[in-house]
């Protein structure tokens, strides 16, 4: 099936430690997203990706990092920079072609840091 | 600054019984306006997408308006569902840039 797919679910820290949440995505989409979740918030951009080897800052990419060296592949690194970690992180796809293509979500993943 | 504004911030209802959410925005210049569902702990789901000429779109029990000179959308459920309880996320596009914009969301619960 054709699809979006976050792993793991959910994502135990320890402080001081980096994690990599990963996200991989079967529908040859071109633009790939990370998104953070917090409770009674919206959705806050991180990073995003419009194309292989290239990335662009979001809103909040401080104490994140990413890269794209497979258009199927958009992994997201928390780096024991980032303040307050503990989210839910979302990663999202969407075709380049049009601005108005739907975004594509994967089921996302709980990070906690203990 | 790009904007999105949802109402109310939360809602309980009873299984049956319609309800309506709002969106409003302040993006410019507008694209299209899409409204997600998104059940707990899970990614967002398009229900429906509304473009600048599109007044009124159903899916289902869900019928989304949009008013483009006041800047309005609104989400109707009608015969909620337990499985309607979600949160309903208004996020509209602008056409100049391939990042939309999100609202925080309208919280809705469904009581039996």
């Known amino acids: 099936d054709g699809g979006i797919t976050q792993s793991p679910k959910y994502l135990f820290r320890k402080e001081g430690q980096n994690v990599t949440l990963s996200c991989e995505q079967n529908?040859?989409?071109?633009?790939m997203y990370w998104y953070r979740q917090d409770p009674g918030q919206g959705l806050r951009l991180i990073y995003y990706?419009?194309?292989?080897?290239?990335?662009q800052k979001g809103d909040i990419a401080e104490g994140y990092s990413v890269s794209r060296e497979k258009k199927e592949s958009f992994p997201l690194t928390v780096t024991s920079a980032q303040k307050n970690p503990t989210a839910f992180y979302l990663c999202a796809s969407r075709p380049n072609l049009g601005l108005d293509t739907e975004a594509f979500f994967g089921q996302g993943t709980r990070l906690t840091v203990v | 600054k790009n904007q999105v504004e949802q109402s109310p911030q939360s809602l309980i209802i009873l299984e049956g019984k319609n309800c309506t959410l709002q969106?409003?925005?302040?993006?410019?210049?507008?694209?299209?306006l899409r409204w997600y569902k998104q059940d707990t702990g899970r990614g967002p789901v398009s229900l429906t997408i509304?473009?600048?000429?599109?007044n009124t779109k159903s899916n289902g029990r869900y019928t989304a308006t949009l008013d483009a000179d006041t800047k309005q959308s609104s989400l109707h459920i009608t015969a909620s569902q337990l499985s309607d309880s979600a949160s309903y996320i208004c996020v509209v596009s602008s056409g100049r840039s391939y990042i939309p914009t999100f609202g925080r969301g309208t919280s809705l619960i469904v009581h039996p």
């Open positions: 529908l040859n989409h071109d633009a």
């Open positions: 990706s419009q194309i292989v080897n290239d990335f």
């Open positions: 509304m473009t600048f000429s599109e």
């Open positions: 969106c409003n925005y302040t993006v410019s210049p507008f694209s299209n």
